[in-house]
């Protein structure tokens, strides 16, 4: 069996017969009518775009809510090797927690286009479809990185140097051929154009519109652009940024799915290594359940996309959703699961939640101390949330996800995953920091993680930090069954930029110690600290 527009007609059967929800619009109307009047361009195609957003267009156009598919931008090497070999067709797979999986083609990609380095057609194509009158949407997913002009140092990338001085005629930074696009756009009558970050990153909207503003006032102020593009780019009649929050799973493709589909029939779906060591593959493995929020801003306006459940709502509304999610939710328990399963030797998140010690730890994070001061957005329940996220998304057994992985970059987390509700505690005349016993415990749990040796005294790598070589020192001098004086970690507990708050200030520094001390009493000190206080 082969994943094409002829494999799919010369096999239906066999594809039917093996599970397949197959398209059932006409999917040649739905090209050519795509190409004439384009309504939705995305930049960034992969993975989690073919997961999520093209899933939903392929739904609405099953059930005919809309006739228009999408146009993917995508890396010159996904898109000559995923897409057009199969015909721009790709397979998603959800992974669903009760063990079963569905199988969906999907076909809704009528275009695949790239913007890399010598592609001066694909350039050609896409000015034309920003030109177009019927394009109401552009979106992203090309990671909150994606957006940066400047290196760590705070110095312009040169590639987006190079296009602030030379202007939109030939752009080689990616953001400044997005931002020469939608010059073109201006030039064409100032159109007006939603242009929607869907990253994974708190406020994108704002990300997104800062770099393009960037560009459109250089240009401007150098006259390499007509007068007047840089207000275009300020005014949200004619381009809005709209805020979203975005929460699907979508690990790298799995290696139990890819025998499940040769065990199918299918041939050609080995997943390929990119060059920029991404793993893809023409088949998308994912969780079933997806949350997609949108700051409802859409000067030329939009088909009803809520019909394929994305939520459309306020700026305000999409910020307490994304503080919900983020602060209390979902990300404190994955990183609290991170740190302990590192610890005591996990390779799984999935398998953490069979773990009755650490199930009730993070239930307790999430039920006990966290929920008290959500803000319900109104659009989703918090409860709810966290109980999907406890009952249905952690425990799910196809996810691969690891807590090694989880654990990179703890230091930057723990302010927000955590802060925010040591903050809110502080901030409370019902509450008192002095309740919150489970936070201090991934605090503890955190130092003792930094050690890098499991409950069982066995060493492991630490997973990357920007902070390791500064917080690393300060437990290096802690053995396990040996005395210490603990006090030496408080310098690293008053310090606001790993905590959101200074620890000693709140009165959380000495229940860190004091956790981190039994922590370090001997092999399995670790679990038994959990048991004793969890």
Not at 12 to 20: D, I, L, P, S, V
Not at 380 to 393: A, H, M
Not at 469 to 474: N, Q
């Amino acid at each position: 069996m082969q994943l094409s527009e002829q494999g799919l007609r010369l096999d239906k059967g066999k594809w039917e017969a093996a599970g397949y929800k197959l398209p059932e619009y006409d999917r040649a109307a739905m090209i050519e009518k795509t190409k004439e009047k384009p309504f939705w361009l995305h930049f960034g195609a992969g993975n989690i775009f073919r997961a999520y957003q093209a899933a939903v267009v392929e739904k609405l156009l099953d059930t005919g809510v809309i006739d228009r598919g999408l146009i993917a931008v995508g890396g010159h090497e996904a898109v000559e090797r995923l897409f057009w070999p199969h015909d721009n067709y790709h397979l998603m797979v959800t992974l669903k927690a009760n063990g079963t999986v569905e199988k969906m083609v999907i076909g809704s990609v009528a275009e695949a286009l790239t913007m890399d380095a010598g592609q001066e057609r694909h350039l050609q194509r896409l000015a034309e479809i920003f030109r177009k009158d019927s394009l109401q949407m552009v979106t992203f997913t090309i990671t909150e990185k994606g957006y940066s002009l400047k290196r760590g140092d705070g110095s312009l990338l040169p590639e987006v140097a190079e296009d602030l001085a030379r202007g939109p005629a030939e752009p080689v930074s990616y953001m400044g051929r997005v931002a020469a696009l939608l010059h073109a756009r201006f030039q064409a009558g100032g159109k007006p154009l939603a242009m929607v970050s869907m990253d994974n990153c708190s406020h994108n909207g704002d990300k997104l519109k800062a770099s393009i503003l960037a560009f459109a006032e250089a240009w401007e102020k150098k006259g390499l652009v007509n007068a007047g593009f840089g207000a275009y780019v300020r005014d949200e009649t004619k381009v809005s940024f709209p805020w979203t929050m975005i929460d699907k799973i979508v690990p790298r493709p799995d290696k139990s799915v890819e025998r499940l589909l040769a065990k199918d029939g299918l041939e050609g779906m080995d997943p390929i290594v990119t060059d920029r060591k991404t793993y893809i593959a023409p088949f998308v493995n994912g969780e079933e359940t997806q949350y997609l929020v949108v700051e409802d801003k859409f000067p030329g306006g939009r088909p009803q996309l809520e019909a394929g459940g994305l939520i459309f709502t306020d700026g305000e509304t999409v910020d307490k959703v994304e503080k919900m999610k983020v602060c209390t939710c979902l990300n404190p328990l994955h990183t609290a699961l991170a740190v302990f399963g590192c610890v005591l030797g996990f390779e799984k998140i999935s398998q953490e939640m069979r773990d009755p010690l650490l199930k009730k730890l993070v239930e307790g994070i999430g039920y006990k101390e966290g929920l008290p001061v959500v803000v319900n957005p109104g659009v989703l329940d918090p409860k709810e949330f966290i109980d999907t996220v406890l009952q249905v998304r952690l425990p799910n057994p196809f996810m691969p996800d690891t807590p090694q992985r989880i654990a990179t970059d703890t230091s930057q987390k723990l302010g927000v995953r955590f802060g925010e509700t040591v903050k809110a505690y502080a901030a409370s005349e019902e509450l008192s920091v002095s309740d919150l016993k489970l936070i201090p415990l991934v605090y503890a749990g955190w130092l003792r993680y930094l050690m890098a040796v499991d409950d069982s005294g066995k060493a492991f790598e630490l997973s990357a930090d920007p902070l390791l070589e500064t917080v690393c020192p300060v437990v290096a001098g802690f053995c396990l069954g040996k005395e210490a004086d603990v006090d030496v970690l408080r310098p690293v507990l008053e310090n606001k930029a790993i905590f959101g708050v200074n620890l000693r200030e709140v009165g959380l520094a000495d229940r860190v110690c004091g956790y981190f001390k039994e922590m370090i009493a001997g092999p399995g000190a670790v679990r038994a600290t959990l048991e004793k206080y969890v």
